[in-house]
């Protein structure tokens, strides 16, 4: 038993895990799991501290509870239930276990738990069965908020995952030290937060990604005046293996909640950062600069040279998809033998690869994709909607408005019509003066606009 100062005696053992051990005397039987017990001390009556007064010394220790709020399919809320949270100081880990709390992510719940902030505490952990997110498919989803950043993982998020066999998963989300980073990394950081997020399965680390259950992310930032000017410029950097920082496409700050918000299917280290960038011939008045420079500072697309953006340029099938797939992050495809003919060995050849085995892109007939030739909007449509499909990524909002509300609905091409349908209802298409003009080419400023209107949401 531990021993208090001489001026306390111990009153009792309070039970943290699991709920409903028991202890009689100093003595439990230990159930198939880990017990977290904590001893309770009381001042002895009329005692004194070493400053005369009858008030302790040593401050007690302080309970911390994380609230946890449920809603089911249909947007009814539960009662909020109370977790307890068991605080490591030595290594500055605040842990709690959803595994008493049923049915968190089926049936279309979503569950939101809240930890309150911690002193000292850099990480905070969750546990949760396995079960709970191993679903076949999305059925639900589980939101955590920490002071050091808030995570909504999805029912599915372990489903066709290896190494997710065992009992209880635990996800963390830590403040990391900038300090054991390459001086590249520092610099593009400076002085804004970095997370570290991991997983481990009964207690053994998992490396996890899975490109089928992306997960949602958002790191508390308060920008700086000059930041708040050029929030297009505030990124999300992704630090890999070797240090390098690699822009997050869809990192992207909500000045509402005062967060920069990714979506990310492994987890790994992220930062905020704050890239910049702008065009010599894209002036400060246009309609297209923010989107313009939201696309350069993620690095879709790096302009046309000497400093151009070139906004008013017609874009060509070849460079329109390269871009759509850099800003969802499918990679190009090293291994081109089923290629479309004339993919070539230019720079869009391995994405063009890629979109095919993908279905993303069916090609103009013959096995052929007419990379030069200048795309038109019924096109970049189509091929927008299958990227977004392939990367879950379709947006569920109802704009309200019909395809049949545009007075040449009728001239778009059947094989685009569903595509273009669907994204017109979703708020995606706005179109202009009750026109869609699906035969009309698209320029890249248009381009530009519309991905900063997807990835921006």
Same mark, same amino acid.
């Given at each position: 038993?531990?021993?208090?100062?001489?001026?306390?005696?111990?009153?009792?053992?309070?039970?943290?895990?699991?709920?409903?051990?028991?202890?009689?005397?100093?003595?439990?039987?230990?159930?198939?799991?880990?017990?977290?017990?904590?001893?309770?001390?009381?001042?002895?009556?009329?005692?004194?501290?070493?400053?005369?007064?009858?008030?302790?010394?040593?401050?007690?220790?302080?309970?911390?509870?994380?609230?946890?709020?449920?809603?089911?399919?249909?947007?009814?809320?539960?009662?909020?239930?109370?977790?307890?949270?068991?605080?490591?100081?030595?290594?500055?880990?605040?842990?709690?276990?959803?595994?008493?709390?049923?049915? #968190? @992510?089926? /049936?279309?719940?979503?569950?939101? %738990? *809240? =930890? +309150? !902030?911690?002193?000292?505490?850099? &990480?905070?952990?969750?546990?949760?069965?396995?079960?709970?997110?191993?679903?076949?498919?999305?059925?639900?989803? #589980? @939101?955590? /908020?920490?002071?050091?950043?808030? %995570? *909504? =993982? +999805? !029912?599915?998020?372990?489903?066709? &995952?290896?190494?997710?066999?065992?009992?209880?998963?635990?996800?963390?989300?830590?403040?990391?030290?900038?300090? #054991?980073?390459?001086?590249?990394?520092?610099?593009? %950081?400076?002085?804004?937060?970095?997370?570290?997020?991991?997983?481990?399965?009964?207690?053994?680390?998992?490396?996890?990604?899975?490109?089928?259950?992306?997960?949602?992310?958002?790191?508390?930032?308060?920008?700086?005046?000059?930041?708040?000017?050029?929030?297009?410029?505030?990124?999300?950097?992704?630090?890999?293996?070797?240090?390098?920082?690699?822009?997050?496409?869809?990192?992207?700050?909500?000045?509402?909640?005062?967060?920069?918000?990714?979506?990310?299917?492994?987890?790994?280290?992220?930062?905020?950062?704050?890239?910049?960038?702008?065009?010599?011939?894209?002036?400060?008045?246009?309609?297209?600069?923010?989107?313009?420079?939201?696309?350069?500072?993620?690095?879709?697309?790096?302009?046309?040279?000497?400093?151009?953006?070139?906004?008013?340029?017609?874009?060509?099938?070849?460079?329109?998809?390269?871009?759509?797939?850099?800003?969802?992050?499918?990679?190009?495809?090293?291994?081109?033998?089923?290629?479309?003919?004339?993919?070539?060995?230019?720079?869009?050849?391995?994405?063009?690869?890629?979109?095919?085995?993908?279905?993303?892109?069916?090609?103009?007939?013959?096995?052929?994709?007419?990379?030069?030739?200048?795309?038109?909007?019924?096109?970049?449509?189509?091929?927008?909607?299958?990227?977004?499909?392939?990367?879950?990524?379709?947006?569920?909002?109802?704009?309200?408005?019909?395809?049949?509300?545009?007075?040449?609905?009728?001239?778009?091409?059947?094989?685009?019509?569903?595509?273009?349908?669907?994204?017109?209802?979703?708020?995606?298409?706005?179109?202009?003066?009750?026109?869609?003009?699906?035969?009309?080419?698209?320029?890249?400023?248009?381009?530009?606009?519309?991905?900063?209107?997807?990835?921006?949401?």
């Amino acid at each position: 038993m531990a021993k208090p100062e001489a001026s306390y005696i111990f009153k009792q053992w309070k039970v943290i895990s699991p709920t409903g051990l028991a202890i009689t005397g100093n003595t439990f039987t230990m159930p198939n799991e880990a017990v977290t017990v904590k001893a309770v001390f009381e001042e002895k009556p009329g005692s004194t501290s070493s400053s005369g007064s009858s008030s302790s010394s040593i401050p007690p220790a302080k309970d911390y509870s994380a609230i946890i709020k449920v809603k089911d399919a249909s947007g009814n809320s539960t009662k909020d239930t109370n977790l307890s949270v068991t605080i490591d100081a030595k290594t500055g880990t605040a842990v709690f276990d959803t595994a008493p709390i049923d049915n #968190l @992510t089926s /049936n279309g719940r979503t569950s939101i %738990i *809240t =930890v +309150p !902030s911690i002193p000292d505490v850099i &990480t905070y952990t969750m546990g949760i069965p396995i079960s709970y997110l191993s679903t076949a498919d999305k059925q639900g989803a #589980l @939101t955590v /908020n920490t002071v050091n950043g808030s %995570i *909504t =993982v +999805p !029912s599915n998020m372990l489903s066709g &995952t290896k190494g997710t066999v065992g009992t209880k998963v635990e996800i963390s989300i830590s403040q990391d030290d900038k300090s #054991l980073l390459p001086e590249a990394a520092k610099t593009v %950081i400076g002085e804004r937060p970095l997370i570290k997020l991991s997983m481990s399965i009964d207690g053994k680390q998992l490396e996890w990604n899975n490109p089928d259950a992306p997960v949602t992310v958002s790191i508390p930032y308060s920008p700086t005046a000059a930041e708040l000017v050029n929030s297009e410029g505030i990124i999300i950097w992704y630090i890999d293996g070797n240090g390098k920082s690699i822009a997050i496409p869809n990192g992207h700050y909500d000045p509402s909640a005062g967060t920069v918000t990714f979506t990310t299917t492994h987890f790994s280290y992220y930062a905020v950062g704050y890239n910049k960038v702008s065009f010599a011939d894209v002036a400060a008045t246009a309609w297209y600069n923010k989107a313009v420079g939201f696309v350069g500072a993620r690095s879709i697309t790096t302009g046309t040279g000497n400093g151009n953006f070139s906004p008013n340029a017609k874009l060509t099938r070849g460079d329109f998809l390269v871009m759509l797939m850099r800003a969802y992050q499918i990679v190009p495809d090293d291994n081109q033998l089923n290629n479309f003919i004339d993919a070539g060995s230019s720079y869009y050849a391995g994405y063009l690869a890629a979109a095919k085995r993908l279905g993303i892109a069916e090609g103009t007939g013959n096995n052929r994709y007419d990379p030069t030739r200048e795309i038109t909007r019924q096109e970049m449509f189509t091929l927008l909607y299958n990227a977004l499909k392939v990367s879950d990524e379709l947006p569920q909002s109802n704009s309200g408005k019909r395809l049949s509300s545009f007075s040449d609905a009728e001239h778009i091409a059947s094989w685009a019509k569903g595509s273009m349908t669907f994204l017109v209802e979703a708020g995606i298409i706005g179109g202009s003066a009750e026109q869609l003009t699906p035969a009309s080419t698209a320029t890249r400023a248009e381009i530009a606009q519309v991905l900063y209107n997807l990835l921006s949401r």
